[in-house]
């Protein structure tokens, strides 16, 4: 295979990955809009498709992430939920004994070990990242946007 083949497989196979955990984290724990866009960012090298596509998802996820600082609130329930998250990761990775309310059978008890408590904690700091991120980069946009709002509605 020449080298630009090589390339374009691995941009296409990193797009991709990309890609399906971003929808994949949309349900589940970690930025699911941040990983799409990536993977959209990547496939759009390649692929006309993806570049048409990018815009809007770049678009919400700005959209998602000013959302996510815009008040005390949103932003205390961020940090505990990824405190939660956190806490779960350690907890799973140290299994503690089944408790007896536990009606399934003991190898279903936190299955996964260390791998599956270890993917909740780096989940959970990725989100840490995004928060402050969005808190240093998008909280100024939101306080300048509600004054310009105040402002309108008053003059």
Not at 37 to 42: H, R, Y
Not at 54 to 66: D, G, H, S
Request: glycine share 12%; charged share 15%.
């Amino acid at each position: 295979m020449p080298g630009g083949a090589i390339k374009s497989l691995a941009l296409q196979l990193v797009g991709w990955v990309l890609v399906l955990v971003g929808i994949a984290a949309l349900v589940l724990p970690g930025p699911g809009l941040l990983a799409l866009f990536a993977g959209l960012a990547v496939l759009a090298t390649q692929y006309e498709w993806a570049e048409r596509r990018l815009e809007p998802v770049r678009k919400a996820a700005l959209r998602t992430a000013a959302d996510g600082v815009s008040s005390p609130l949103r932003i205390g329930a961020s940090v505990l939920g990824i405190a939660a998250l956190i806490a779960i990761g350690v907890v799973w990775g140290l299994r503690p004994p089944v408790p007896g309310w536990w009606p399934l059978a003991e190898r279903w008890w936190l299955p996964g070990g260390w791998g599956a408590g270890a993917s909740l904690i780096f989940s959970g700091l990725i989100a840490a990242a995004t928060v402050v991120y969005s808190y240093l980069n998008f909280r100024e946009i939101q306080d300048d946007e509600a004054r310009e709002n105040a402002a309108d509605l008053s003059g």
